[in-house]
Nanobody, 120 residues
């Protein structure tokens, strides 16, 4: 049993900031990578950022440095600091993790999503 729970979404004005959190729990042996994806209505799900257990990161170029992903491996938790938010950032943000359980099974897992709405 593995569960990912996102939090921190909400309504924010353009130019504002939000900090998303994703916590993984359950029978976890190791996490190879965790990341954030987002999906707006009528749009494809797109990569926001990924971070590996070793600290390597990958960002969507379109974010232009506004977003920062970080991790706390001891807590199986990642964060996404989102600054200078734009209306185009409005989406449902999903946490994803590549996890091997204590039973030796490696799978990708998804959280339930947290809504980010950027609007006046």
């Amino acid at each position: 049993q593995v569960q990912l729970v996102e939090s921190g979404g909400g309504l924010v004005q353009p130019g504002g900031s939000l900090r998303l959190t994703c916590a993984a729990s359950g029978s976890i042996f190791s996490i190879y990578a965790m990341g954030w994806y987002r999906q707006a209505p009528g749009k494809q799900c797109e990569l926001v950022a990924i971070i590996t257990s070793g600290g390597n990161t990958n960002y969507a170029d379109s974010l232009k440095g506004r977003f920062t992903i970080s991790r706390d491996n001891a807590k199986n938790t990642i964060h996404l600091q989102m600054n200078s938010l734009k209306p185009e950032d409005t989406a449902l943000y999903y946490c994803n993790a590549d996890i091997t359980t204590n039973w030796g099974i490696r799978n990708g897992y998804w959280g339930q999503g947290t809504q980010v709405t950027v609007s006046s």
